[in-house]
């Protein structure tokens, strides 16, 4: 499946599975003329300790109301509502994922949540001096 973002902007996307849990999320930017046009490639599953887990995109924000975000040629409600359906997730699930509401990756027990570069940096630093796990 391809996501293409025609314009310069910002968009964030959403991996969710069939129960509508955020397995993956990510932010694709573009920058450049206005006539600059993204592609992004994907496989609409993802492999987990668990095994592959097939997964529906979902747009849940994009920073300028201009950009053109096409999944597979379709507007993005349009084709996540589709692939919803197609992983068996419930109405529910389907309905706010075509609306883009969808619930943010849960963070792992052990997972690091870094809010800008100075504290990543700040991390990477500690993570060098040995006083933090690097897992």
Do not use: W
Not at 43 to 66: C, E, F, H, M
């Amino acid at each position: 499946m391809d996501i293409v973002i025609a314009g310069e902007g910002e968009v964030i996307i959403r991996y969710i599975d069939s129960k509508g849990g955020t397995l993956l999320q990510e932010k694709l930017v573009v920058s450049g003329s206005p006539t600059v046009e993204g592609r992004r490639v994907i496989d609409l599953s993802i492999q987990t300790k668990y095994g592959l887990v097939p997964v529906a995109p979902v747009l849940v924000r994009q920073s300028n109301p201009t950009l053109r975000v096409t999944f597979d040629g379709e507007t993005p409600s349009r084709f996540t509502q589709q692939r919803c359906r197609e992983i068996g997730c419930p109405t529910k699930v389907v309905k706010a994922a075509a609306s883009g509401r969808v619930a943010p990756p849960a963070p792992a027990h052990d997972s690091v949540q870094l809010r800008d570069d100075a504290t990543f940096a700040k991390h990477i630093q500690a993570v060098a001096r040995g006083k933090v796990s690097r897992s």
